[in-house]
């Protein structure tokens, strides 16, 4: 199963950029084949083919929508901004996962359009599915800067970190994570093994390893160095093609390894800490 989703994304990556300059199929009609199946009303899984009208511009989201509207309102979906920011409609549509709401049916192949839950996740209903256990991985990351500093204890001393430009640009392209799920469907090593936190808690490993506000070093290289943690990424890749904002959790990743190695020399400086009152009392005179 794992394997023929790797080769979905292959296929995909190969296709993107013909997607892109190549014309868009224009359909009056699609049909959706949706995956149902809801364990604690005894329903089995199965496959409801259901058709709904669409203009170039629909999305997957925008059809299950109208299906849920017009044709079937017990189609169970999770969704919220619509705008590829929250990642809540995430799923397989034709056996690769994505967002429903960045996906346009214009720019899929054929005539039916198959949406089925996320693999790797614990299903509850039809297309949704439980995220308990990937936010418990993304916890245990502690994503958030550590330094006693970080912490506002008293308003009457506010102070901000000094940061250049170069300190920003080593960990913004891994701050874009909206915590999907995409990745983590899509990695192999997840299918197996319950306990590997998977490339998007393990990018964010890397995005506070590398913040120089951050000063909890090497207590994030051990939360990670683990038979079960960032030994078990067997580099498929696969996580970077299906990410939606540019994250590339596996270069995060690698980049990771890589100073845990030795291969890379961390020479992060801590960034100075400044008193934002007196900067402003400066200012004023």
């Known amino acids: 199963m ?27 009609s699609v049909v ?16 409801d ?29 999770r969704y919220s901004c619509r705008m590829a920011s929250c990642g809540s409609c995430g799923m397989k549509i034709n056996g690769i996962p994505r967002l429903a709401c960045y ?27 439980d995220f308990a256990q990937f936010f418990s991985h993304h916890h245990d990351v502690k994503p958030f800067v550590q330094n006693e500093n970080a912490d506002i204890k008293d308003k009457n001393k506010l102070s901000e970190f000094m940061q250049s430009p170069e300190d920003l ?6 701050s874009y994570c909206i915590k999907c799920g995409l990745c983590y469907s899509a990695c192999p090593t997840v299918a197996t093994d319950t306990k590997f936190p998977g490339p998007q808690a393990l990018s964010q490993a890397y995005r506070y390893f590398i913040d120089n506000r951050d000063n909890a070093t090497k207590d994030r290289i051990n939360i990670v160095d683990d038979k ?26 690698q980049l990771l390894r890589g100073h845990m ?3 890379s020399k961390n020479e992060k400086k801590i960034a100075d800490l400044q008193d934002r009152l007196r900067k402003d009392e400066e200012a004023k005179q």
């Open 2 to 28: 794992t394997e023929q989703v790797i080769e979905k994304i292959e296929s995909m990556e190969k296709k993107r950029e013909k997607e892109k300059h190549g014309k868009e199929t224009i359909r009056s």
């Open 228 to 253: 079960h943690g960032i030994w078990r990424c067997h580099f498929a890749g696969s996580c970077s093609s299906v990410c939606p904002k540019g994250v590339d959790p596996a270069l995060g990743i």
């Open 49 to 77: 083919s259901v058709e709904v009208p669409v203009q170039r511009w629909t999305t997957v989201l925008d059809a299950l929508l109208h299906a849920k509207q017009y044709k079937d309102p017990s189609i169970g979906i």
């Open 32 to 47: 959706l084949k949706i995956y149902r199946a809801n364990k604690r009303a005894g329903e089995q899984p199965h496959y």
């Open 169 to 174: 640009d080593k960990f913004l392209q891994f």
């Open 103 to 129: 996906t346009k049916v214009s720019e899929l192949e054929g005539s039916t359009v198959t949406v089925e839950p996320l693999a790797n996740f614990p299903h509850i209903r039809d297309l949704v599915t």
């Open 261 to 263: 190695l030795g291969f």
